[in-house]
């Protein structure tokens, strides 16, 4: 069970005067809660907390069974269990997740960091660029393999264009493992085209609060996690979000930090994240990020730290708090001591263990819950996903010809974004952010260039940077790029014009995936455009000589 670490904002640095109303909107948050009797009526399932439309309210209702499930999956383990053992038998060697936003960020976290000594090898197939594909077709050749397909809904889009490509080139439905919701597309094409299994997870369980289910179980028993262990810090940190006094329950107070942090002026979340740990942000990231950014309010995670702050720290998280998870074993924190000293507030935890992650998975969602109720909007939905879906759609269909950007700009490397973005930067103020927002394959040495890019722009600006790959960041923070704080810069960088990567068919569709990785850029430019926002994108094309 984690250990919390409140670092009050009044004796971590130099009293101001905009700390103590953060503490003062906590404590009136903490009241509220209290009053409203909010913690009981989230238990209760009462959706008319969230809104007195009674359809909205109903939805809400359909999206809290991730608070009631435990017992569900414990059914579960067994044959868990068995289907470990059983594909481990038979060879396999390694798991791909096939799957977008909650269906693969939190089985990524349980590859990274929470495999068992004799569990599988898990990667996360969450692209639609043709030199993604290729790769993970590769690395699946490589060994035999055992292809995980996860979608609630059963119809997305990415989800099922991989699947179509991996069918292709693996014709035996006995490697395919389904999850979904029942009476999917998705379970009607595994029944059909004979999958080893297919697992129905409880409809009432949304994608980004489904780390617990069976979308985050199913891979979690194939990467070799004591699930009843698991299970059972899932548990217990259930029962701490029970307590109705919302000064004695972790995630009540979580929330109203984040709430109050919002409505303070601090609307950015800076991630501060042990070693051991750092992949939980991603997660973090589509949690907070989509569930609170809509309405013109929410929360932005911001991931990395401040390079080139130098002495003026406070004045770069000016509008931003400090949340910091870290285990005993890898304490994380010159970026955490360098903001307490600043004066930031800041909450911080520290695990026992990783394996601990599951009981933070829990406190997020509960805490998310709730300062989404504070901020008065519903934590449940989201509302700007479908419009780049519907764009893209448009695109590929011909009815819909692109948004040009504010500006379009080609460069041959990475390297030279920041030049490029010169007259940009200077002109971006300190309170707004700049979200780089990647086309690329998601291969090591694209994230690598990618965090590089990070550090070197987040050196430039006093503004805050974040970098994220699509297609994954449209199931994640685009809710809050199209939805949130009404600012942000966004660069969307492509390279459409590279000759050297070769294009993957998608069976039984009329495009490949190297037009459609072109036409979700590009649809999701024009949706960004259509709301306003200043657009630039950035051409990757390299030299011949490169």
């Known amino acids: ?70 017992q569900t999956m414990r059914d579960q383990v067994e044959r868990l269990a068995v289907l470990a053992r059983v594909v481990e038998r038979q060879g396999y060697d390694r798991v791909l997740v096939v799957g977008m936003g909650g269906s693969s960020l939190w089985p990524e976290v ?52 991989a699947y179509k490509a991996l069918r292709h080139a693996f014709d035996d439905g006995n490697h395919f493992v389904a999850i979904t919701d029942a009476g999917s597309g998705l379970e009607s094409v595994a029944r059909a085209q004979g999958f080893r299994e297919v697992f129905l997870n409880p409809a009432d369980i949304g ?72 992949g939980f ?52 924190e010159e970026f955490l001591l ?36 504070l901020l008065g909007i519903n934590p449940f939905d989201e509302p700007d996903v479908t419009s780049a879906k519907t764009a893209t759609a448009a695109i590929l269909g011909g009815q819909l010809v692109p948004v040009e950007p504010t500006r379009r700009l080609r460069i041959a490397s990475l390297n030279e974004l920041p030049g490029a973005l010169s007259q940009e930067l200077a002109s971006l103020p300190t309170d707004d952010y700049l979200a780089v927002l990647a086309w690329l394959a998601p291969t090591q040495g694209n994230l690598q260039r990618l965090e590089a ?26 809710q809050f790029h199209k939805g949130g704080v009404p600012r942000g810069l966004f660069v969307v960088v492509t390279d459409a014009g590279r000759t050297d990567v070769a294009d993957i068919a998608i069976p039984q569709a009329d495009f490949g995936f190297a037009r459609l990785v072109q036409a979700q850029a590009q649809g999701d430019v024009t949706v960004l455009m259509q709301r306003g926002k200043p657009v630039v994108v950035a051409e990757l094309v390299p030299s011949p000589q490169a």
């Open 453 to 478: 890019l990070r550090q070197a722009l987040q050196a430039r600006t006093e503004a805050a940077v974040v970098v994220q790959v699509g297609p994954r960041y449209l199931h994640s923070t685009g």
């Open 207 to 278: 994608g980004r609060f489904s780390a617990a289910s069976l979308f985050g179980l199913v891979p979690a028993a194939l990467a070799g996690v004591a699930l009843q262990d698991a299970l059972d810090r899932v548990d217990a940190m259930l029962t701490e979000c029970r307590e109705e006094d919302p000064r004695l329950n972790p995630g009540a107070r979580l929330g109203a930090f984040l709430a109050a942090a919002q409505q303070t002026g601090r609307w950015q979340m800076r991630l501060a994240l042990g070693k051991d740990v750092k």
């Open 110 to 161: 349980v590859g990274r960091h929470l495999r068992g000594k004799r569990g599988l090898p898990i990667r996360v197939c969450d692209s639609t660029h043709p030199e993604a594909i290729a790769d993970w077709i590769t690395w699946c050749r490589e060994g035999k393999t055992l292809f995980v397909v996860a979608t609630k809904s059963g119809g997305t889009l990415e989800t099922l264009s």
């Open 281 to 332: 942000g991603s997660w973090i990231e589509q949690l907070v990020g989509e569930s609170t950014g809509k309405l013109g309010t929410g929360v932005l995670p911001v991931l990395g730290g401040v390079e080139g702050a130098g002495a003026h720290l406070e004045q770069r998280l000016a509008h931003a708090v400090v949340v910091g998870l870290t285990t005993f074993a890898k304490p994380d």
């Open 1 to 70: 069970m984690a250990t919390e670490l409140l670092l009050d904002a009044e004796t971590s640095g130099p009293v101001r005067d905009d700390l103590t109303d953060l503490d003062r909107l906590v404590e009136q948050h903490l009241d509220k809660l209290d009053q409203a009797k909010a913690i009981v009526r989230i238990w209760q399932r009462d959706g008319a907390l969230f809104s007195e439309d009674p359809a909205v309210a109903r939805a809400v209702r359909n999206r809290l069974g991730w608070l009631f499930s435990v």
């Open 338 to 373: 360098r903001a307490t000293a600043a004066g930031i507030p800041q909450s911080a935890e520290v695990m026992p263990e990783v394996a601990d992650l599951w009981t933070e998975v829990v406190r997020w969602e509960f805490a998310t819950t709730v300062a989404g109720w």
